[in-house]
C-alpha cells in the first residue's frame, strides 16, 4: 500500500511561469512532509519542508503548502527555470524517533525555455 | 565538509551472487540509513543504523543485512541476488537520525543483476 503518492509522473512547464507539483499521503500519522530534488545520477538533495503544524513554508522561488485535511501537499515555483528539471520526490515521516523517510515515486518536471 | 561517499559508483553481478556496497556518511553523522531506488517503486527504506546498531527496518527479505562501524561508515550486502535486485541504491546520513532531520544522500551504487 503506497502512503504517499505522486500521481503525476511528469510535469511540463514553461520558463518564467509557476509549477505546481502535487503530493497526497494516506497516514494520518504523517507529520514532517519535505520535499527532495534529483538530477540523473546524483543523490537526492533536500529542498524543502513543512511540520505538520504549519500550512505554509516559504524558501525563495519554493513554497510548500500543507492541506492536512485533505492529507494533500504542493510544491510551487515560481518562477520556474530551466535548472529547475529534475525529479521530485515528496517524503513523509512519523515523529518515531528516527527519521525514516517514506517517498512518493517521483514526478519529473521538464522547464522549457 | 566533504558529502555522503558511497562507493562503487556502479556495480554488475550475476544472478545468485553476493555484493557489498559501502557509504562514508558526512563527517560528524551518526545516522545512516539506505534506500533502495527503482523506477516501478521509487525509493524505498531498507533500514536506519546509528552508533553501530540497526535502530529501524524496511520491509525487505532477510537477503538485505548490513552493519555500521565505530567510525560511523556503513556497509550493506545483498546475498544470493536476484534480477529484481537491479537498483540504485542510496546512503543517506544525518546528524542523530531524530525526527525532522535532513537526510543528506549520496549520489548512490547503480547495481545490475543480471
Known amino acids: 500500500d503506497q502512503q504517499v503518492k505522486q500521481n503525476s509522473p511528469s510535469l511540463s512547464v514553461q520558463e518564467g511561469r509557476i509549477s505546481i507539483l502535487n503530493c497526497d499521503y494516506t497516514n494520518s500519522m504523517f507529520d514532517y512532509f519535505l520535499w527532495y530534488k534529483k538530477y540523473p545520477a546524483e543523490g537526492p538533495t533536500f529542498l524543502i519542508s513543512?511540520?505538520?503544524?504549519?500550512d505554509k513554508n516559504e524558501d525563495g522561488r519554493f513554497t510548500v503548502f500543507l492541506n492536512k485535511s485533505a492529507k494533500h501537499l504542493s510544491l510551487h515555483i515560481v518562477p520556474s527555470q530551466p535548472g529547475d528539471s529534475a525529479v521530485y520526490f515528496c517524503?513523509?515521516?512519523?515523529?518515531?524517533?528516527?527519521?525514516?523517510?517514506?517517498f512518493g515515486k517521483g514526478t519529473m518536471l521538464l522547464v522549457s525555455p | 565538509k566533504a558529502g555522503v561517499t558511497q562507493t562503487p559508483r556502479y556495480l554488475i553481478k550475476t544472478r545468485g551472487q553476493q555484493v557489498t556496497l559501502s557509504c562514508s556518511p558526512i563527517s560528524g553523522h551518526r545516522s545512516v540509513s539506505w534506500y533502495q531506488q527503482t523506477p516501478g517503486q521509487g525509493l524505498q527504506f531498507l533500514f536506519e543504523?546509528?552508533?553501530?546498531?540497526?535502530?529501524n527496518k524496511g520491509n525487505f527479505p532477510g537477503r538485505f543485512s548490513g552493519r555500521q562501524f565505530s567510525n560511523s561508515r556503513s556497509e550493506m550486502n545483498v546475498s544470493t541476488l536476484e534480477l529484481g535486485d537491479s537498483a540504485l541504491y542510496l546512503c543517506?546520513?544525518?546528524?542523530?537520525?531524530?525526527?525532522?532531520?535532513?537526510?543528506?544522500f549520496g549520489s548512490g551504487t547503480q547495481l545490475s543483476v543480471l
Open positions: 543517506a546520513s544525518s546528524s542523530q537520525g531524530g525526527d525532522n532531520e535532513k537526510l543528506f
Open positions: 543504523y546509528f552508533s553501530e546498531t540497526q535502530r
Open positions: 517524503a513523509a515521516s512519523v515523529n518515531s524517533g528516527y527519521s525514516t523517510l517514506t
Open positions: 513543512i511540520s505538520s503544524i504549519k
